[in-house]
């Protein structure tokens, strides 16, 4: 059987980063698949976004409890 060789640009799909060297190849029951992480930005905003979401419950407990 004859190889195939692929070469393509990957973006995150939610800030449209590039992502070079973040494609995971995993073997599944149905063949090749690919996983990509999200980017570092989105990850950030992520990360910033539930901390100032636990901040607000925390304050409204907070303020509930006192």
């Keep these: 059987m004859p190889d195939l060789t692929l070469r393509f640009d990957v973006f995150c799909s939610v800030c449209g980063?590039?992502?070079?060297?973040?494609?995971?190849?995993?073997?599944?029951v149905?063949?090749?698949?690919?996983?990509i992480?999200?980017?570092e930005f989105c990850l950030e905003k992520a990360k910033d976004e539930s901390r100032a979401e636990g901040y607000e419950?925390?304050?409204?407990?907070?303020?509930?409890e006192g």
């Excluded at 980063?17 to 599944?28: F, K």
Aim: net charge negative; proline share 7%; charged share 30%.
């Design 30 to 35: 149905r063949g090749k698949s690919i996983s």
């Design 57 to 64: 419950e925390g304050l409204a407990e907070g303020r509930a």
């Design 17 to 28: 980063a590039g992502l070079c060297e973040t494609v995971i190849e995993n073997d599944s």
């Design 37 to 39: 992480p999200p980017c």
